[in-house]
């Protein structure tokens, strides 16, 4: 049954059959006749099965869109909401849209507001459809902008998926605020928050922008939508400056706001801004949920922030929430890394007991970082548990276990290691398999390493540098014997090992006096195009500067012969006749010194001048000692050794020579003074020889043994010009300058071995050499 404030087309149709010429009247008082108003006749009201619903006067009728009430006899019956949407919807869900249905909503007998136009957009259920009811609203003069329709339209367009209808909207929302000033606060927040959950990123922050820039307040639910969105497309800073613009608003925040934001910030490393946003929070009396704790633990581990993140931790128990198996992995992780073993040890242990299964990543690190902090024990008790759970060691894991046992010298251990490993089908790395040599050389089991060498180069490893790394370990112990039998094993075996390390096993045999071993190396190191130098041949001169034994010297004059360096052809000129040599002595020696390159071997001819000096002294020939001192005196080698400070002092600084160099230095320089004093006339205040402690005794006792006036100090043999002027007068003196040097042995083998240069390394560097052990002389 229709209610009884409709008027029933029905009724309308009979009054019309029944009275044909009625003229119709409107309440307005138009009259499309010009035929003045008046009441019709009685009128029976049927409904549609054709029962009377009311009789009476008839009414007048109503003009569509300007009268809003219907008379009912002499009365005027306001027409309700509930029929006024009742036809609106009626009309809009037959028509749908276009222009027949906007002509039947001009036909209304009423004249719609509002009110009525939003309630029939909740009623309908088409989107398209509601959008044109909307529309031609909007055209009416009644139209007033409302907050509510724009809601219901915009949820409408959202369930349809219709983002470009919404867009379209939003721009009409704008227009209408703009023009009648309304703030549609709600209208606004939820395009917003559809676009965001619909994850339109651009279209939703244009449409943000755009509010922000209205005026309009923007709600905390959209502020989270927004937030969400830019997390979740991977733009976190964007969603911070989302966040940072809700701050500048004023707009609080609520629990879903923190927990998006506190894990954000955490992972981007912004710490303390998530560590502050945390405390706030719990003074608004939120409570954290599991998420914001773990990123918080896991990001300040991470960070180091070690005191923090366990702060946080128990802080979290005392919520009353459980950790996690990732969690304790984050916490682990981040203090084994910090070195801080026993605290990871202990949450590895709180982490079993909660009944979590460490994983494959966890036992890896516990058991590496405590192989490598020395902790031994316990790593190869994780070790054996972690094989126990059934996961197999990776390649690292062994490594890491072998190798700090190597490093520690436990050999069984990592023996042991290296078997499980490769039973395991595991193939050792490089790193592992140079520790395992390494400690085998060391413990001098060349069996052993020789086996391990030959099953590293059975798996493909290139082992030349390997076996010479072993090959040094000898060296540098000073087991000459066993670096010879590890060099015979390389060459029965095709290994080939660097001129370098040959030189250095050349230079252990001399140290040893193994020279018969030694020439045959220096041997292949000449043959391999491998250059003698000045030092090398020096050093082996100053082995036979020393030698004390006839067989010895003849392999060493063998050695030097070896070197093919042309000292050596040098060294053989010097000790021939004027006339093999065809020149004198000194233009001999003139010669040799000038194909020096003494950019490059200025060293190496100083460490050269000293041993040649010794030797030269030693054998007695004192002139051809003198020439050679001469020649590197004028090459400069020894710049300041001699100082004329004009009439105030002159001065000899020999603390640089060795013995032999010393003494023919002061006969030399001595008659250099004679010469100036009394020839000359030049006589200086005084004249001091420079010795240091260790060359004084020496050179005083040579020079007392023809009455010196030098007065001996602690480093310094001086005396007064007049008294050394009055000294050179003597013959005796003059003889001793001019013809010889005592060569007896108790001068001249003193503490030879103490200040001769040796072929230590020090001496390569160029350094002063360092003492050796004395010898007594015979």
């Known amino acids: 049954m229709h209610n009884s404030n409709f008027i029933s087309p029905t009724a309308v149709g009979a009054s019309l059959t029944k009275n044909p010429n009625l003229v119709r009247s409107y309440c307005s008082g138009k009259n499309s006749n010009e035929v003045p108003n008046k009441w019709t006749e009685d009128i029976d009201y049927l409904d549609e099965s ?9 009414i007048r009728s109503v003009e569509p869109g300007v009268d809003d009430h219907v008379m009912v006899g002499g009365l005027k019956k306001p027409l309700l909401n509930a029929a006024a949407v009742a036809k609106i919807v009626e009309i809009v869900k037959r028509w749908k849209w276009g222009p027949e249905m906007e002509t039947q909503l001009d036909k209304l007998q009423f004249v719609p507001n509002m009110t009525h136009v939003t309630q029939a957009l909740k009623v309908v259920g088409d989107g398209d459809a509601s959008l044109s009811l909307f529309r031609w609203a909007r055209r009416q003069s009644w139209y007033l902008p409302n907050d509510e329709s724009y809601i219901t339209l915009f949820d409408r367009l959202n369930q349809s998926r219709d983002f470009d209808g919404i867009q379209s909207l939003f721009d009409e929302l704008i227009c209408d605020s703009g023009e009648n000033g309304m703030p549609s606060l709600n209208a606004y927040n939820r395009v917003i928050q559809h676009l965001a959950k619909a994850e339109k990123l651009e279209v939703s922050f244009c449409c943000f922008k755009k509010i922000q820039e209205s005026g309009a307040k923007v709600d905390t639910q959209t502020y989270n939508a927004l937030i969400t969105l830019f997390l979740n497309k991977g733009l976190p800073y964007k969603a911070f400056e989302i966040y940072e613009s809700m701050e500048e608003a004023g707009c609080s925040l609520d629990g879903s706001t923190y927990g998006l934001m506190i894990p954000s910030l955490a992972k981007s ?7 502050k946003l945390f405390q706030e929070m719990k003074q608004k009396n939120y409570r954290p949920d599991f998420s914001i704790f773990a990123s918080l633990v896991d990001s300040m581990g991470k960070a180091g922030r070690l005191d923090t993140s366990m702060k946080v931790y128990m802080e979290m128990q005392g919520f009353g929430l459980r950790p996690s198996a990732p969690m304790f992995v984050s916490l682990i992780e981040s203090y084994a890394k910090a070195g801080k073993l026993e605290m990871a040890l202990r949450l590895w242990n709180e982490m079993k007991e909660a009944r979590f299964r460490p994983n494959y990543g966890l036992y890896t690190m516990i058991v590496e970082s405590h192989a490598k ?6 790593a190869m008790s994780v070790f054996s548990d972690m094989e126990r759970a059934g996961f197999l060691p990776t390649p690292s894991t062994y490594s890491c276990l072998l190798e700090m046992h190597s490093a520690s010298g436990q050999v069984d251990a990592a023996m042991k290691l290296y078997n499980s490993m490769t039973n395991a089908g595991l193939r050792p790395g490089l790193s592992t398999y140079t520790a395992l040599l390494t400690l085998l050389a060391k413990k001098k089991l060349v069996d052993v390493a020789a086996k391990i060498l030959l099953e590293m180069k059975a798996m493909g490893y290139s082992v030349d540098v390997s076996a010479s790394d072993v090959l040094m370990v000898y060296i540098k112990d000073a087991s000459v014997d066993l670096a010879l039998r590890w060099l015979r094993f390389m060459g029965s075996s095709g290994i080939r090992t660097n001129n370098f390390i040959i ?26 195009a491998a250059k003698v130098d000045l030092i090398l041949y020096t050093s082996v001169l100053a082995y036979l500067v020393r030698c004390q034994e006839e067989h010895n010297e003849r392999h060493l004059m063998s050695i030097l012969g070896a070197t093919k360096h042309k000292a050596h052809t040098f060294m053989c000129g010097l000790f021939t006749g004027p006339e093999q040599r065809k020149q004198p002595v000194l ?6 010194f000038q194909g020096i390159d003494y950019e490059l071997e200025e060293g190496a001819a100083r460490y050269f001048v000293n041993v040649l000096l010794n030797y030269l002294v030693l ?5 051809r000692a003198r020439c050679v001192w001469k020649v590197a005196y004028e090459n400069k080698l020894f710049p300041k050794a001699i100082v004329f400070d004009q009439h105030v002092a002159w001065s000899l600084d020999v603390r640089n020579l060795s013995i032999g160099a010393a003494l023919i230095a002061v006969v030399h320089t001595l008659h250099r003074f004679r010469k100036r004093m009394l020839y000359y006339g030049v006589v200086p205040r005084r004249i001091k020889l420079v010795t240091g402690p260790t060359l004084k005794i020496v050179i005083a006792q040579m020079l007392s043994s023809v009455g010196s006036p030098f007065e001996v100090s602690k480093v310094v043999l001086r005396a007064p010009g007049d008294s050394v002027l009055e000294w050179f007068k003597k013959p005796i003196v003059q003889q001793f300058l001019l013809n ?7 001068i001249l083998m003193h503490k030879l071995n103490t200040l001769f240069p040796s072929s230590a390394p020090e001496i390569r560097s160029l350094s002063p050499p360092k003492p050796l052990v004395a010898r007594k002389a015979v």
């Open 269 to 275: 490393g912004r710490l303390d801004a998530a560590f």
């Open 587 to 592: 233009s001999f020696v003139r010669e040799f």
């Open 503 to 528: 030189r250095q096993l050349f230079e252990s045999c001399m140290k040893n006096g193994l020279y018969e071993s030694a020439k045959p190396l220096l041997e292949t190191y000449v043959s391999s």
């Open 740 to 746: 010889d040097v005592p060569s007896r042995a108790d």
């Open 50 to 58: 054709g029962s009377v619903i009311y009789s009476g006067k008839g």
């Open 373 to 378: 902090s020395g902790k031994l024990e316990i």
């Open 619 to 623: 054998m007695g020939q004192i002139n």
